[in-house]
């Protein structure tokens, strides 16, 4: 069978003075959550229309709004209900510790001097674009090295995450193709996970940033259940040319 995983499209966020750490937090472990924007509607329309023009048997959500609304745009275009699955939702990657690791208040202070001349020197977007990316990164990254506190480990997202292909795999049959609408932290460590199960230290994806409404493809064979990489294959990464 086919699955493909769908970063929802972009997602407003409710705007605040400078970068509030309080703030942040509430956004990355899903305690605030937010529509998509106008691009963001834009970019669910644009998967919609990829997904459209092939068969596609069967459509599933994480609990996020962004995700469900992003979908919704799909079961629209292709007359198809979305199912809900709670155990497809976002990496909950914590809480910085900067007393901890000093590093994080460098890494902080610095984004918020950039936050303040950035859109002065390159216009608003393309610094909400640069600010945006480098947190993503960042907070991935301290994440995945286990320095935040308060999240889901990374044993414990890739247990679930294993267990919602799992139920998945065990909906539909070989021949179907089926649809996810989820999150870039959910799709980047699953991929790095089923192309190197063993790879504790090292991701072979480097980046955890994932374009907005892009396209990740995986396989599944039955037959090779019992492989370290439990029957899953990548078979793309990231794809953005319906975009």
């Known amino acids: ?13 409710e705007k605040t003075e400078g970068l ?5 937090h509430a956004y990355a472990n899903g305690v605030k ?14 998967v919609a229309g990829q997904l459209g023009r092939g068969h596609v048997d069967a459509l599933y959500a994480s609990e996020f709004i962004r995700a ?6 799909t079961a629209n275009a292709l007359s198809k209900p979305v199912e809900i699955i709670a155990d497809l939702g976002e990496v909950r990657v914590g809480h ?3 007393v901890r690791y000093p590093g994080q208040r460098r890494f ?3 984004l918020r001097r950039a936050y303040r001349i950035l859109p002065r020197a390159i216009g608003s977007t393309r610094a909400k674009g640069v600010i945006g990316y480098a947190l993503i990164v960042y907070f991935f990254t301290n994440w995945y090295r286990g320095r935040t506190h308060g999240g889901e480990s990374r044993a414990e997202a890739l247990a679930r995450m294993r267990g919602a292909l799992q139920h998945l795999a065990a909906s539909h049959e070989s021949t179907e193709r089926v649809a996810v609408f989820t999150h870039g932290y959910f799709i980047h460590l699953l991929v790095n996970h089923i192309v190197d199960p063993k790879g504790a230290a090292r991701r072979v994806v480097k980046t955890p940033y994932i374009k907005n409404g892009a396209i990740t493809t995986l396989s599944y064979d039955a037959s090779n259940a019992d492989d370290s990489n439990g029957g899953w294959t ?3 990464y990231a794809a953005t040319g319906h975009l």
């Open 234 to 236: 990548v078979r793309e």
């Open 96 to 98: 910085f510790d900067p």
């Open 33 to 46: 959550q937010g529509p998509l924007t106008e691009r963001g509607r834009r970019e669910a329309q644009r």
């Open 108 to 110: 902080l202070d610095g």
């Open 1 to 13: 069978m086919e699955i493909l995983l769908i970063r929802h499209g972009e997602m407003l966020y």
């Open 20 to 24: 509030d750490l309080d703030h942040l």
């Open 68 to 73: 469900r609304e992003t979908a919704d745009a």
